[in-house]
């Protein structure tokens, strides 16, 4: 819709006017540091960092029906821009002007309600939020239109060059961050560092097709992160990993939009999110405290978290009682086929304590939980979801059988309405199903394919006629023998009756 065809008390709202108010805020030391550095530790004291706006009264003083109304509106706004993520602009990063933001088709992905069979089977409404559906194919696409967006603001206000923009991935991030850094051309250059043979082909392909620098280094990510870390602290890069607060803003919109898509009544809503660095979780947490912060939502949904069992360090944290003397330990992670979220040292723990701690409070009553699962589940329940005509990811079938397993402890009731978040495009992660389908994820994975949930190619080759062969042309007679041929086979195979 046009500028002008908007009711005429929002048109001066609809294009946001740039404004300050964020700062680095440290979760150690509690400094607060200006925007106008690119950091990712606190310079003072080395701590984790969140942004947070300080001017976030101007927010407040807009009742809750204003934003919801404006992002209603905003959504018939075709002006790129403000297509993604930065629809929700005012929430999300005010500073960055509207010139500076990229905007590659990432946000707004489709909520699909299970097809009948399966929440039957689950037994309640179930709906998949598809954040495969993003240009790099998962969530990580978010956080990095943030980021870039951030860094292109810098870059032209503070006449930067040859930044080097760098991260250690399981394979989505650096598919993410090779992509929007391909996207300021000559302003940035990309480098990845990935752990050799931990992620899939896909997303190999990804990164080496958007021009970035590719490293494959031995160890799990854990290693490769330990490595970046080393490098954005010793060596003049802008580092990309959510280490990087700007994408924990980015992710936020994740938040933003399910609210938006259930008409911003999340009450009764459990949802399901995989966990494996946890910029993720701690983004979504974050944005429904702003939305129930500025009046958008009345109630703030549950929360439930899922990691496998052989990478768990969340779950391992709150499983022990509250109070003093909860540890946090690394673990050392196990092969997992939720690949993505393979991480025993999760780099943003802090930002979740944190978060965790203000989610409950403002509900007012436990609201976040962490559940463990299986690698047997985690398959089980991709394959199940594809059965009634969904995709998901393996992250994705992580949090349906994480739903399972929130019922099973009586964390979600039979009154609840479930959101899983499907992090990824399932094809990213098509060798996870090929292995099981070929029952070769027993070592390591300890998974066992059930034989009702196998599928195979057969093989259709007709005996004595003349066959096909690639670039040669048959003469009718054998063209006609094989068709016939081919066809009694298959009519064989599948059962058919001849016609009447
Ligand atoms: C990165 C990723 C995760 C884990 O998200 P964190 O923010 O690291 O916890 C889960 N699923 C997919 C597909 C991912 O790419
Ligand atoms: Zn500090």
Redesign the pocket.
């Given at each position: 819709m046009k500028l002008d065809q908007f009711p005429e008390d929002l048109r001066d709202h609809l294009l946001p006017s740039p404004t300050g108010g964020l700062g680095y805020h440290c979760l150690k030391c509690g400094l607060v540091h200006p925007p106008t550095e690119l950091y990712y530790t606190c310079p003072a004291c080395g701590g984790l960092l969140l942004l947070e706006d300080d001017q976030a009264d101007r927010l407040k003083a807009r009742p809750g029906h204003f934003w919801r109304r404006l992002f209603d509106y905003r959504r018939m706004l075709n002006i790129q821009p403000l297509s993604g993520i930065f629809a929700y602009h005012e929430f999300l990063a005010p500073l960055i002007p509207l010139e500076d933001i990229i905007y590659l088709g990432e946000g707004h992905t489709p909520v699909v309600a299970a097809p009948a069979a399966l929440a039957r089977e689950v037994g309640r409404p179930l709906f998949i939020k598809h954040d495969g559906q993003n240009p790099s194919a998962?969530?990580?696409d978010r956080g990095m239109a943030a980021a870039l967006s951030y860094l292109r603001y810098l870059i032209r206000s503070r006449h930067l060059t040859g930044v080097l923009a760098i991260c250690a991935s399981?394979?989505?991030?650096s598919a993410a961050a090779a992509l929007y850094s391909a996207a300021l051309g000559d302003q940035v250059k990309s480098a990845v560092l990935l752990p050799k043979g931990k992620v899939t082909l896909p997303q190999l392909s990804q990164p080496l097709g958007a021009g970035a620098r590719v490293f494959e280094l031995p160890g799990v990510f854990d290693d490769c992160m330990k490595v970046v870390e080393y490098l954005s602290e010793n060596f003049q890069v802008a580092l990309l990993n959510?280490k990087n607060p700007w994408r924990v803003l980015g992710q936020e919109s994740y938040a933003f939009e399910l609210a938006q898509q259930f008409d911003y009544d999340l009450a009764g809503l459990a949802l399901l999110v995989?966990?494996?660095?946890?910029?993720?979780?701690t983004a979504i947490l974050s944005g429904l405290l702003k939305l129930r912060r500025y009046e958008v939502i009345d109630q703030l949904p549950k929360v439930v978290a899922v990691q496998s069992s052989h990478a768990d360090p969340v779950f391992r944290y709150y499983n022990q009682p509250a109070g003093p003397g909860r540890r946090y330990q690394p673990v050392t992670v196990r092969p997992s086929v939720a690949q993505?979220?393979m991480?025993g040292d999760?780099v943003?723990f802090p930002r979740v304590v944190k978060m965790v701690e203000a989610y409950n409070a403002a509900a007012g009553r436990e609201l976040f939980f962490v559940v463990q699962v299986e690698e047997q589940a985690i398959m089980d329940n991709m394959i199940r979801a594809n059965r009634s005509g969904l995709t998901i990811?393996t992250?994705g079938g992580e949090g349906l059988a994480g739903l399972g397993e929130a019922i099973r402890l009586g964390l979600v009731g039979p009154e609840e309405r479930a959101v899983v978040d499907s992090?990824?495009h399932a094809l990213k992660f098509a060798e996870f199903q090929n292995r099981y389908f070929e029952n070769q994820l027993q070592e390591g994975f300890d998974i066992t394919a059930r034989p009702e949930l196998v599928n195979r190619p057969a093989d259709i080759r007709p005996l004595g006629v003349p066959l096909p062969e690639p670039g040669r042309t048959q003469s009718p007679e054998d063209r006609a023998a094989y068709v016939a041929a081919a066809a009694d086979d298959l009519a064989l195979a599948l059962g058919l009756r001849k016609r009447g």
């Open positions: 998962s969530f990580k399981t394979g989505d991030t959510s995989p966990v494996g660095n946890a910029g993720n979780l993505a979220a991480i999760p943003s990811c992250q992090t990824a």
